[in-house]
């Protein structure tokens, strides 16, 4: 059963950085395809940024920029740094693989 477990959320004023970890319990990390994406409060969820076992990163125009997905395989970690951040980023943020959601970490962005 694959379990992923996502952490580094928090409150951070406008302009701030957080970095969050998603980390897998999963055999074969290293193949698979990771997302990051974030649900605002009433908002559907929406993709943030992907990265696949190559290394090729996509991103949402919204994190173009500002933000940076990276992965570990030796840790079967994945990572997302979140630089000059806005208050419109708050949500909660979820890395995704395959079909398995993590349980999320809240980011809220002060104004």
């Known amino acids: 059963q694959v379990q992923l477990v996502e952490s580094g959320g928090g409150l951070v004023q406008t302009g701030g950085s957080l970095r969050l970890s998603c980390a897998a319990a999963?055999?074969?990390?290293?193949?698979?395809?990771i997302g990051w994406y974030r649900q605002a409060p009433g908002k559907v969820r929406e993709l943030v940024a992907t990265i696949t076992s190559d290394g090729s990163t996509n991103y949402a125009d919204s994190a173009k920029g500002r933000f940076t997905i990276s992965r570990d395989n030796a840790k079967k970690t994945v990572y997302l740094q979140m630089n000059s951040l806005k208050p419109e980023d708050t949500a909660v943020y979820y890395c995704?693989?395959?079909?398995?959601w993590g349980q999320g970490t809240q980011v809220t962005v002060s104004s």
């Open positions: 999963l055999s074969a990390f290293g193949l698979r395809t």
């Open positions: 995704k693989i395959g079909i398995v």
